[in-house]
């Protein structure tokens, strides 16, 4: 029987460099303005489903549509009768359908942000040159711009309408600058407690049912408080109580200083005083909102 005999190893250094054809980039570094564009603008295509799947933007485009349609019905109904106003004022469009704004940030905050956590991708983005503040003012400043893009697009349609009617073109411009105020304000309150409380918990599901929890339940507890406190007659604590909702917040600013007619029992809105008030503590609470999510970013970044 034979018997092998192991190959003596070659003599002499094998190594060897081979040239693959890899080539280092020589390109423009577009830099992190470039990355926070980037960011800023998947997340607002993402907030109506652009770029993704058919079934991710059945949801947006439906309360987008739910939003357009009635103002178009009531910009028709001005036309064809010749309305000397129309049916609803800007300040109050959003207050009317506060609930589909409701089910639009509670749907898309935890999307803006939920993936990544779930995944940990979040430390991927701060290995490129883009840092926490620039993750956090990307991803607040879509889901703000794309609330903003849900509530400014009906007082458009309903601004159009009434210069086709022929109203006062003065009285119509105000009042479309006040909505215009009005629903910036709510976009970005909205969009910052969205995001807070989608940024808590990697589950998506999670997310939209805590959203809505807090806006419900805080409606609804200060709506009946208001009106306990108005059948009670003491009329001087509704204002106050409304500082304990988002919807109310607005509705409170608007009514102080927009000319709006104040949602609350009885009519009876903030004066300019305690209009200070509401003004003071939205501000706060999108400062807050932005803080907190600077602060969560940082501990899941590392």
Not at 105 to 115: D, E, G, M
Not at 208 to 233: E, F, M, R
Not at 271 to 278: D, K, N, P, R, T
Request: glycine share 8%.
């Amino acid at each position: 029987m034979a018997v092998e005999h192991p190959v003596a190893p070659p003599s002499g250094d094998q190594t060897r460099i081979h040239n693959i054809g890899y080539r280092s980039y020589d390109g423009p570094r577009l830099g992190r303005s470039y990355a926070r564009r980037s960011l800023y603008s998947q997340s607002l295509r993402g907030a109506y489903g652009l770029g993704r799947s058919v079934k991710s933007k059945v949801l947006p485009m439906l309360l987008f549509v739910v939003m357009c349609v009635p103002a178009a019905i009531m910009v028709a109904v001005a036309v064809a009768t010749k309305a000397s106003k129309l049916p609803v004022d800007y300040t109050e469009y959003a207050i009317y359908f506060q609930a589909v704004i409701s089910l639009y940030v509670a749907s898309q905050a935890p999307q803006s942000v939920s993936r990544d956590l779930r995944f940990k991708t979040v430390p991927l983005y701060f290995s490129r040159p883009i840092e926490t503040a620039d993750y956090v003012r990307a991803k607040f400043a879509a889901l703000a711009s794309a609330m903003f893009i849900l509530t400014a697009a009906p007082l458009l349609v309903l601004y159009v309408g009434a210069l086709l009617a022929k109203l006062d073109f003065t009285d119509q411009t105000k009042g479309f600058a006040q909505g215009l105020v009005s629903v910036t304000l709510l976009s970005l309150l909205l969009a910052g407690l969205g995001l807070v409380i989608a940024a808590v918990t990697p589950r998506r599901g999670f997310g939209i049912a805590a959203v809505i929890a807090v806006l419900t339940i805080s409606y609804g507890a200060v709506s009946t408080l208001q009106a306990i406190a108005d059948a009670q007659g003491s009329t001087s604590a509704i204002p106050w109580i409304g500082l304990f909702s988002p919807i109310t917040l607005i509705d409170g600013v608007q009514s102080a200083f927009l000319g709006a007619t104040s949602a609350f029992p009885g009519g009876v809105g903030p004066s300019h005083g305690e209009g200070v008030a509401y003004v003071l503590v939205v501000l706060g609470l999108i400062a807050a909102s932005y803080g907190l999510l600077m602060r969560r970013y940082k501990k899941v970044g590392l």
